[in-house]
Structure formats: structure tokens, C-alpha cells
């Protein structure tokens, strides 16, 4: 089985291809795992096929997963590559039965993502009685047209409690499905079961993969906009940034020393970005490194061209002057507020624009 065509990114495939990158048996689990762009039933169906292939022992390079947790001493945990993945295998089937069951103590909402905007996520206001119902909510309000625009639907299954469950442990209890525009299940996110060892632990965050890529300093990258059912599946991921929303690639943590058992906590990138919020700042942060990241190919506009300039100075220093840089910020900076003052002034009442007046 072709187990790269799991990569979420297209040029990190294409890289991929393009160098005959042989992945190793935790690099195949992790990609089958966090792949958002394939139905539930052909992920299930690789899972499989990694069962078949040679067993290997993995490092747990996650401390968080350690079961003797011997930070001080530096000793990496290993783990049978196939006893992790019948775990994840058993784990995901309870999720699904769970999820498909019908049970008169619960209730489902629906929400769509449209053209990877959160700001365009519709909510429903009725209590769905059942799955199918979810399912004719959905039909009903996206017509064929529709569909073409619609990039996740998430339908939630919430239980009904007078209380919190202490034997759980969460007061709130639900199973999250996330769906393509045909209702094809991709993933479910659970919080309403409790699972003991040795499923509690069975998740491939504990693994922190090292892929290659193709991605150099100063290049300008996206993350891709499908990408946003990563964040509604992991409170670990607190993005400032719209995804789709172009940045200047500077690097990421860790590198390849990783595939070497170096004990590392995150996979991390850093990019600078026009903060969303505060359209003229210029921020450089780190975010979870998620595989999804691709070359952004659209016109840049407005205070967005700046990232150009700074493209240029970072993939070489003396290709453009320190004056210059600042000057070219300064004069999108100035771009970003001006549509600001512009935006805030449509939204002043006539009334309040009169009294502001020199007649008044």
C-alpha cells in the first residue's frame, strides 16, 4: 500500500515522491492516523495492512507517555509497533459504536465549515433526535450548489446528564464525527468514554514523527484550510491565524535529529504572519507542526505584500536593504490601518458623523 499518499499536504507528498522517501512502520501509523483527507473505513483498512507488515519496536519520544517517567535520566520508552496499532484499531471501533448507537439519552447538533472560514460556521438551533436526522438536517439545508463550498461537517452526539459523571470524569459528554461534503466519516474525537490502559494510551501523539520537507527559510506557506478540523480535535492547538492565511516560513523544531531518539515534546514550525486581530502587527510564532502546510499560491494584496520583501531578506540577507524592509513595512502597515479607519467609519451612526461635522 502507497502510505504516503496519507500526507495531508500535496507538496510535502510530491516531495516525498520525488526523493523515494521510504517510510518507516510509526511514520506509516502516524500519517494513516492523522489523515483528515481519507474515510474512516480506508484508514481502518491501512491500519490493517501495518499489521501485516513486520512488527518494530517504536520510541514513545512523547515524556507524557512514559510509564516509569525517567525524565532525569534520558531513557526513551519503546513499544511494539503492532500492539499500538490494534490498540488504536480497538479504540476507534468503540468510538464508532458508541457513536452510531442509538440512545434515547442524547441529542445531535450539526455545524459546517464553509471555504475554510470559522466565521462561517453555521449552527443548528434545534436538538436533532437522532443520527439520520443529523444527516436530513444537512441534506435539506445544502443543496448540490452548496456542496461545492462546504469543507468539514461536524455532528455531535451529546449525552444528557443531571450531573457529571464521576466515573468519567467529564461533566460534558460527547462524540465528535467529522464529515466530508458527502457525509464520508473521516474522523471522531471522544469525550464522553473512559478508556483504560492500555487504550487510554493508545494514540500516536506519543510517536512525534520526522517527515522531510521541502519548505526552505523565507518560503511563503499556507496552512491548508481543511486543516481546521486539526484544531476542533486537539485543545494543544490554539492557532491566532486563519487557515489559508499566508506566512513567512523561518523554521521548524525539531529536524531530522528526531528520527535519531531525540526526546522531544513538540514538533513545532515558526512562521511571521499579519496578526488577524491587530491587522498591522507583525508577529513570529510557533505553532504544532501538523503536516498540512503547502506553498501559498494566491496574489498577495494589501499589507500582505510585505511578505515578499521579508521572503527576499530571508532567504538572502543582503538581497535587500534594512532600510528598505522597514520602509516597505512601514508603508503596508499604514495600508492595514488605513482600511481599518475605513472599516470602523462605515459602522459610525449619520447621526454621530453630524455631530462630528464643522456644522455642528
Not at 214 to 221: A, M, S, T, V
Request: charged share 30%; hydrophobic share 35%.
Amino acid at each position: 500500500m502507497d502510505f504516503i499518499k496519507f500526507v495531508n499536504s500535496k507538496d510535502i507528498r510530491k516531495y516525498l515522491y520525488d526523493i523515494d522517501y521510504q517510510l518507516n512502520g510509526e511514520q506509516k501509523l502516524f500519517l494513516v492516523d492523522n489523515c483528515y483527507h481519507f474515510p474512516l473505513t480506508e484508514r481502518l483498512m491501512a491500519f490493517e495492512e501495518i499489521l501485516n507488515e513486520p512488527d518494530e519496536n517504536i520510541l514513545i519520544r512523547n515524556p507524557v507517555f512514559f510509564k516509569n517517567h525517567n525524565f532525569n535520566k534520558g531513557a526513551l520508552e519503546k513499544e511494539s509497533l503492532h500492539e499500538l496499532t490494534q490498540n488504536i484499531i480497538k479504540k476507534d471501533a468503540t468510538i464508532l459504536e458508541n457513536f452510531l448507537r442509538e440512545e434515547n439519552n442524547c441529542y445531535y447538533e450539526v455545524k459546517v465549515l464553509q471555504d475554510g472560514v470559522i466565521s462561517r460556521l453555521n449552527f443548528t438551533t434545534a436538538r436533532l433526535s437522532s443520527l439520520e436526522t443529523a444527516f436530513q438536517w444537512y441534506r435539506h439545508n445544502y443543496a448540490l450548489e452548496d456542496i461545492k463550498h462546504v469543507d468539514i461537517v461536524q455532528i455531535t452526539k451529546n449525552y444528557i446528564f443531571d450531573k457529571p459523571d464521576d466515573e468519567c470524569g467529564y461533566a460534558d459528554k460527547y462524540i465528535v464525527g467529522y464529515f466530508n461534503s458527502n457525509l464520508k466519516l473521516l474522523h471522531l474525537s471522544n469525550y464522553a468514554i473512559k478508556f483504560e490502559e492500555p487504550l487510554l494510551s493508545a494514540t500516536t501523539e506519543k510517536l512525534l514523527v520526522h517527515l522531510p520537507m521541502p519548505f526552505k527559510q523565507g518560503d511563503i506557506l499556507e496552512r491548508k484550510k481543511s486543516g481546521i478540523m486539526t484544531i476542533w480535535q486537539s485543545n494543544a492547538i490554539n492557532e491566532p491565524f486563519e487557515n489559508g492565511m499566508p506566512f513567512v516560513f523561518e523554521s521548524s523544531n525539531p529536524d531530522d535529529t528526531l528520527s535519531k531518539g531525540e526526546c522531544m515534546y513538540d514538533i513545532k514550525f515558526k512562521g511571521f504572519y499579519f496578526d488577524k486581530k491587530r491587522q498591522y502587527i507583525l508577529n513570529c510564532d510557533g505553532y504544532e507542526h501538523t503536516y498540512d502546510l503547502e506553498y501559498y499560491r494566491k496574489p498577495l494584496e494589501g499589507k500582505e505584500r510585505f511578505l515578499k520583501i521579508l521572503s527576499m531578506k530571508l532567504k538572502d540577507k543582503a538581497s535587500v536593504p534594512d532600510e528598505a524592509v522597514r520602509i516597505a513595512y512601514e508603508y503596508c502597515r499604514t495600508l492595514a490601518m488605513q482600511k481599518e479607519l475605513e472599516d470602523t467609519n462605515e459602522c459610525f451612526d449619520f447621526d454621530i458623523m453630524k455631530y462630528l461635522s464643522d456644522d455642528r
